[in-house]
């Protein structure tokens, strides 16, 4: 017969002690003093290389910190039905129109021609071909470009992969895109909602369509959890 053991005491033998973590500071502090020096060696081809440096690292560390993925907001509501990265989206972007709105309105009214207008997408067949595809795409590899350049600087080996094929997939698609635009796209419409509504009517129709979004968000999580915390 064998000896009764106490759960108490199998759980000891079970639980190993844990490690001590090791303190990732001179890490930090070696990788600020390449940061730095690097910053140096830019200033010296372009005094404005320094900024975009800056502003690179800063973007790079509140994505990091906020967990912002645009693959997040639209797979978190099927999946645990939180919508705090889904609200999120929506408040950057009613940010970016007050944004682009500052910049396009005073060109409107100078008469000048508006910036950005060369690139108002058409809808067309080709739009919703890589629509599906770029979903089916970052669904599969687990982030859009900011969340698989965000967990790239993390370390994880997949989305080093992905952004490999991103890079093929664009240049790809910049190649052949002359044939798109040629055979698909160049009868397509255009629409520009200040065209259709006047500034201001784009505006409250923008916003409204956020608003009615963020309210579906906040019912959809308090359905789903119970809390829109």
């Given at each position: ?200 009517g784009a505006l409250v129709v923008q916003f409204l369509i956020i608003l009615l979004l963020y ?15």
């Amino acid at each position: 017969m064998g000896q009764t053991v106490s759960p108490e005491t199998r759980s000891t033998r079970i639980r190993a002690p844990r490690k001590p973590k090791k303190s990732q500071l001179p890490i930090a502090l070696l990788v600020t003093v390449l940061i730095i020096g690097f910053g140096f060696f830019l200033n010296q081809a372009h005094d404005k290389m320094v900024v975009y440096l800056l502003f690179g690292i800063s973007f790079g560390v509140i994505l990091q910190r906020s967990r912002f993925c645009f693959t997040a907001s639209l797979r978190d509501p099927c999946i645990t039905g939180s919508t705090s990265v889904t609200r999120a989206v929506l408040i950057a972007f009613s940010l970016a129109t007050i944004g682009f709105t500052a910049i396009k309105y005073p060109a409107f009214l100078e008469g000048k021609p508006i910036p950005g207008m060369d690139n108002v997408g058409q809808i067309s067949l080709a739009l919703i071909i890589g629509a599906v595809l770029f979903g089916i795409g970052m669904v599969i590899a687990g982030g859009c470009a900011s969340g698989t350049l965000m967990r790239v600087g993390e370390g994880f080996t997949m989305q080093m992969l992905s952004l490999l094929f991103f890079v093929i997939g664009s240049l790809w698609g910049s190649h052949d895109m002359g044939w798109w635009r040629a055979n698909v796209i160049k009868d397509a419409p255009t629409v520009f909602l200040p065209d259709v509504f006047g500034w201001l009517g784009a505006l409250v129709v923008q916003f409204l369509i956020i608003l009615l979004l963020y309210i579906a968000a906040v019912k959809w999580q308090e359905k789903k959890m119970g809390s829109a915390d």
